[in-house]
């Protein structure tokens, strides 16, 4: 099947812990994004990339840490820097780079501190 | 600063009746838009798109509506069954912005 990974499901965050949340695509799309989702609010962009080894920052970068080094994959790290990181993490990909297209998102990622 | 938002933060109609969920942006050079679907504790999931070209798009049961004029645009969605029951969100892009701006969101509830 063709689609947008994340992993894990759930993820408890210590404080002054850094945290990986995974994000893998086989759609071969081009640009890969990072969405955080606070409840009951619309989705604020924390990191995008338009190709491989590139990427920008987003709205709410602070905290936040990412690489593309390979075009399937968009690993997200919430550093420590990141004082308020309880919330719905989504990654999202689209074909084209920078056309204006379709984003297709993942399941998310649910992140709270313990 | 620029932004998308909605007009009715929930909207509660009963199965077999019509929806209309309407969205307001402010950027003028806003030319693409999209309607996600949300379901709790799921990714928004991709209803239907239209460009600043068209003023009408239609879909199976849905239909979104443009109106340039006024930055305005609406989701119709035809016969609202239980399983509509979602929040529906417009994101929008324009000129040389790559980004989507998302609205905050609007819960439909559909009622048996």
């Known amino acids: 099947d063709g689609g947008i990974t994340q992993s894990p499901k759930y993820l408890f965050r210590k404080e002054g812990q850094n945290v990986t949340l995974s994000c893998e695509q086989n759609?071969?799309?081009?640009?890969m994004y990072w969405y955080r989702q606070d409840p009951g609010q619309g989705l604020r962009l924390i990191y995008y990339?338009?190709?491989?080894?590139?990427?920008q920052k987003g709205d709410i970068a602070e905290g936040y840490s990412v690489s593309r080094e390979k075009k399937e994959s968009f690993p997200l790290t919430v550093t420590s820097a990141q004082k308020n990181p309880t919330a719905f993490y989504l990654c999202?990909?689209?074909?084209?780079?920078?056309?204006?297209?379709?984003?297709?998102f993942g399941a998310g990622t649910r992140l709270s501190v313990l | 600063g620029e932004s998308v938002g909605l007009h009715l933060p929930t909207l509660s109609v009963q199965e077999g009746d019509n929806s209309i969920i309407n969205c307001a942006y402010s950027n003028s050079a806003s030319d693409y838009f999209i309607w996600y679907k949300q379901e709790s504790g799921k990714g928004p999931q991709f209803i239907i798109d239209i460009r600043s070209n068209m003023d009408k798009r239609q879909g199976q049961r849905v239909t979104v509506l443009l109106n340039k004029t006024v930055k305005h645009l609406s989701l119709q969605i035809a016969a609202t069954q239980p399983g509509d029951s979602a929040v529906y969100f417009c994101?929008?892009?324009?000129?040389?912005?790559?980004?989507?701006?998302f609205g905050k969101g609007t819960l439909l509830t559909v009622n048996p």
């Open positions: 994101a929008e892009i324009g000129g040389s912005n790559y980004k989507l701006t």
């Open positions: 759609l071969n799309h081009d640009a």
């Open positions: 990339s338009q190709i491989v080894n590139d990427f």
């Open positions: 999202a990909s689209k074909t084209g780079g920078t056309a204006k297209n379709i984003q297709y």
